[in-house]
């Protein structure tokens, strides 16, 4: 095995992560676009891959940084939350929401991003630390 072949298998397994991690966020539309966007890149990423021989693609993985832009709906959902909770505190009428969910949703939407986009260069590393300890088991037997 070479080390494409370990990213190619990281790419895969990032898919399956995305498409679970889509399916779970079925309930919230603005998620579940962020999900499909960013399973779409994943795809996009193992095409590229696949459509060099020997050569390591990495410049498609600076694409996840346009569905990670969602962390400023969390914000924006965040003030809309304290504004909400200091007008309940003074008596006043609430400000409806309009994104759904809870800003906490789109925090947590940012972290499984991430831990997608380290899939595939996670396996390369462990695919690396593996070579070596086999290479070292080798040489001292």
């Known amino acids: 095995m070479t080390r494409k072949a370990a990213f190619l298998i990281g790419i895969l397994l990032s898919l399956i992560f995305d498409f679970v991690q889509t399916v779970l ?12 966007i960013c399973f779409l ?11 060099v021989y020997e050569e390591l693609k990495i ?22 939350e304290a504004q909400n ?8 009428n609430l400000i409806i929401n309009v994104l759904p969910g809870r800003s906490f949703d789109y925090f947590d939407s940012v972290a499984t991003m991430q831990i997608s986009f380290l899939i ?22």
Do not use: K, Q
Not at 26 to 36: C, Q, R
Not at 59 to 80: F, K, Q
Not at 120 to 140: N, Q, S
């Open 25 to 36: 966020a079925y309930g919230n539309g603005f998620l579940f676009a962020v999900g499909i």
């Open 85 to 92: 909770e200091l007008l309940a505190l003074a008596g006043e």
């Open 41 to 51: 890149i994943t795809i996009y990423g193992l095409c590229v891959n696949l459509s």
């Open 59 to 80: 410049n498609w993985m600076l694409l996840y940084l346009i569905p990670m832009a969602i962390i400023n709906v969390g914000v924006l959902s965040r003030h809309h």
């Open 120 to 141: 595939p260069p996670m396996t390369v590393l462990f695919y690396g630390i593996i070579r070596l300890l086999i290479y070292i088991y080798d040489e001292l037997l």
